[in-house]
Structures are given as C-alpha cells and as structure tokens.
C-alpha cells in the first residue's frame, strides 16, 4: 500500500492550494480516506475526512474552506483549499484504513493505518 502527497507549497493569506493523494490500491479497499496536519511542534490533527459511501467529514476551524474529494478512477484524492490562513501551514498527510469508523472517529488521526510521507504548506 503507498499513498503519496502532492500540491504542497507557499501561497500568501487568502490564496488558495490543492493537495492530491495518489492511492497504489482501488479506493474501494479503503473503508475512509482523510487529510491530517501537524504545524511544527504541534499534535497531529485530522483536517478532512471521506468514507467509501461519499459521507465527508471536516474539523470547525476549516469548514466553508476546505473540500475534500475524490477521483475513483485514477484512485487520487484531493483536498482543495481556499482562503488560507496562517494558521493553516504544516505538513499535511493522506491517510486511509480499511476499518469500518465511527463518525466521531474519522477525523482521529490515531484510527489510520496508512500513511503517505507528507507535503509542506506554507501560508505568510
């Protein structure tokens, strides 16, 4: 299993990103796929969340920014960011499990098995 990021990068306050994941295995092997963060010296956090039915989840802080989807034909998922912050940069992540998630699970972090090595991105 290999999931590789792609689209990080340095964009200015207000500008906007986006991110792909590209999946090694047909997404259907995949119960949920998410976008996770980790600012410098801090915890990762779950950003975005989609499960294998379309259902997508988002942390408060990027609602009406942030939109996760997904090309099930070329296996790829994206996250596309609109109206950047600042307090938006980090590394962010793909992740996917193939394990059935509660809905209050799906933005933890801990409840993924596969991970790809990250992009950058940085908002001034």
């Known amino acids: 299993v290999q999931l590789v990021e792609s689209g990080g990068g340095s964009v200015q306050a207000g500008g906007s990103l986006t991110l792909s994941c590209a999946a090694s295995?047909?997404?259907?092997?995949?119960?949920?796929m998410a976008w996770n963060r980790q600012p410098l010296g801090k915890e990762r956090e779950g950003v975005a969340a989609l499960d294998v039915d379309g259902t997508t989840s988002c942390v408060d802080s990027v609602k009406g920014r942030f939109t996760i989807s997904r090309d099930s034909d070329k296996n790829i998922l994206y996250l596309q960011m609109d109206s950047l912050k600042s307090e938006d940069t980090g590394m962010y992540y793909c992740a996917g499990t193939r394990f059935l998630l509660l809905s209050a699970n799906r933005l933890r972090p801990s409840q993924y098995t596969y991970w790809g090595p990250g992009t950058q991105v940085t908002v001034s």
């Open positions: 295995e047909y997404f259907g092997s995949y119960h949920c």
